[in-house]
């Protein structure tokens, strides 16, 4: 998938970086001045969710609403699904002291909810990472409720079904109902909802003690291996007590 990004040069021109997929992105020229200058992605938790949230924006701009929508979505599943991972990838750091394998990270991909929209896969990421539900994070921080209320229609809605409703459903409507007249007022509130809902799981990455969470992981790992070497020696302790005494020679 093709990645464009737009930059204003300092002389007025502008600069569109564009990236395939995951791949870097070209240096691109300024449209005025000539000039040649370099991008490189932002500090992410999921940079492909990153990129997916500018080809949401560009297929907006060139009238692919219905396209807009689809990939706006997909940027909030890709981030949703790099946290998760980005914590089953601290637990096995923890213990292991090695990043994640491909097959590794296929293997857990198994236990994200594959259905039930966006409440049932931000409930449970929320419920791993911060140990409440999506709504109650968005309540509790500041910042993410800020985020929220910010949202056209949001008051007294609930934070998971008001993404369900506004952005997942819709996206539902074109990708399963094959619906493919989007307005590009919806459009463009679908890719502000989906900026809103990747805003507040950045949130929730930032309340996340990451820390103190692999600390804890790595306890129980230390713990486990105890409780394993004491049951070993109770183990032996018996059998030593049941073996027949030896004869004395
Ligand atoms: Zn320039």
Request: proline content about 4%; overall charge positive.
């Amino acid at each position: 998938m093709k990645i464009p990004i737009e930059r204003g040069c300092d002389c007025g021109g502008t600069y569109v970086f564009t990236a395939h997929g995951d791949a870097e992105f070209r240096e691109a020229t300024c449209s005025s001045c000539g000039s040649v200058a370099s991008l490189i992605d932002p500090v992410s938790v999921s940079v492909t969710g990153e990129r997916l949230l500018y080809r949401s924006k560009a297929d907006l701009d060139g009238g692919d609403y219905s396209l807009s929508i689809v990939v706006a979505v997909m940027a909030v599943e890709s981030f949703l699904t790099r946290l998760f991972l980005k914590l089953k990838g601290m637990e096995n750091y923890a213990v292991t002291f090695k990043p994640p394998t491909p097959t590794q990270e296929a293997e857990w991909e198994k236990e994200f909810p594959k259905s039930g929209g966006f409440p049932s896969s931000a409930g449970f990421v929320s419920q791993r990472l911060v140990g409440t539900t999506f709504d109650k994070f968005v309540a509790t921080s500041k910042r993410a409720s800020a985020i929220f209320s910010a949202l056209p229609d949001s008051r007294e809605a609930s934070p998971t079904r008001y993404f369900q409703n506004q952005l997942f459903r819709r996206r539902n409507r074109i990708a399963h109902w094959g619906y493919v007249n989007t307005s590009k007022s919806e459009a463009q509130l679908c890719h502000n909802v989906a900026v809103a809902a990747v805003s507040i799981l950045r949130e929730m990455d930032a309340a996340t003690d990451w820390v103190a969470f692999a600390e804890r992981m790595a306890e129980a790992a230390r713990s486990g291996v105890a409780v394993e070497r004491q049951q070993l020696r109770d183990i032996l302790a018996v059998r030593r007590r049941s073996e027949p005494p030896r004869q004395a020679r």
